[in-house]
């Protein structure tokens, strides 16, 4: 049994063995079944205060199976869906807590960005595996702590005594007031994506979206250059690889290469332009 609510999007989907009686229980409903529709009616009044009529940018369905509820929240810019995310009761009342409301999403990226802030965050993961076979496993390191641990200098960051932390890998312009981290992820970016490194820039003027995605790229890239140099770790912006289907299609069928290029390594835009800045240190002139 379903029913449609209007008011934002939202859709309530009724869970195997649900009588539509329940929402009547009233005072024999337990401790956390109040939690739980308390959780939903703040989720559905921010929804609401967040979407406009014409574009909506969040929606989500309610469901409920053997008595867990968990929320399938979706993500939207204009027409288009970025993101679907399935999050228990629990974690929807921690994404409340966050301010939700001031941040938008880059559309190519895992990645968000906030105009009043001035700030974006995007996952970076290393394009090879350069971890130790097996002495992650073994030491418990997780995969954000071994890379600040390479970036500190640490031949050796596998053999980490949890709980040690190695401190977020940091460069800025005092100049222009910009900072690049990278390190573990913000707790709101870690309640949409389930992801563990991040990198963060702060101190930006942002006011559109393909202009923080210049942003995102340019200072990136060139820093992302400038490390593989220094420590010998590759790393790269995480692509949204979303499909509503759940599912892949090629619209146009492979074929073999008939076409040559030039040798910039094509993980890095503008490759010779960024070694002229790496060669300087200096890659904020990437910037507007």
């Avoid at 949204?240 to 290029?261: D, L, M, R």
Wanted: with cysteine; proline share 5%; hydrophobic share 35%.
């Amino acid at each position: 049994m379903e029913k449609q609510d209007h008011e934002n999007g939202g859709l309530y989907v009724m869970g195997p063995g649900e009588s539509p009686l329940a929402q009547e229980r009233g005072k024999r409903r337990t401790k956390k079944e109040k939690e739980n529709d308390r959780i939903e009616a703040e989720l559905k009044q921010r929804c609401a205060a967040i979407n406009s009529p014409e574009s909506p940018r969040f929606s989500y369905e309610r469901s409920a199976l053997f008595g867990t509820i968990n929320f399938r929240l979706f993500i939207h810019l204009g027409k288009e869906l970025l993101l679907e995310r399935l999050l228990s009761a629990d974690e929807v009342g921690r994404l409340l807590n966050q301010d939700l409301e001031k941040y938008t999403f880059l559309p190519g990226y895992r990645a968000i960005c906030s105009y009043e802030n001035g700030d974006i965050e995007a996952e970076i993961r290393p394009i090879i595996n350069i971890r130790p076979r097996g002495s992650l496993f073994q030491v418990g390191i997780s995969g954000t702590q071994y890379i600040l641990g390479r970036l500190s200098g640490e031949k050796s960051p596998e053999k980490l005594k949890y709980p040690d932390k190695y401190p977020d890998f940091q460069l800025s312009d005092e100049n222009r007031g910009i900072t690049l981290r990278i390190g573990e992820s913000s707790p709101l970016f870690s309640l949409l994506f389930h992801s563990q490194t991040t990198i963060k820039i702060i101190g930006l003027k942002l006011s559109k979206i393909s202009e923080a995605i210049d942003y995102l790229e340019q200072i990136s890239n060139a820093a992302f250059f400038w490390i593989d140099l220094k420590f010998a770790l590759p790393l790269n912006l995480v692509k949204s690889q979303f499909s509503q289907t759940g599912t892949f299609v090629y619209s146009i069928k492979p074929q073999f290469p008939h076409k040559s290029f030039d040798n910039t390594p094509y993980r890095y835009t503008g490759m010779r332009e960024a070694q002229k800045r790496c060669r300087s240190n200096n890659f904020w002139h990437f910037t507007k």
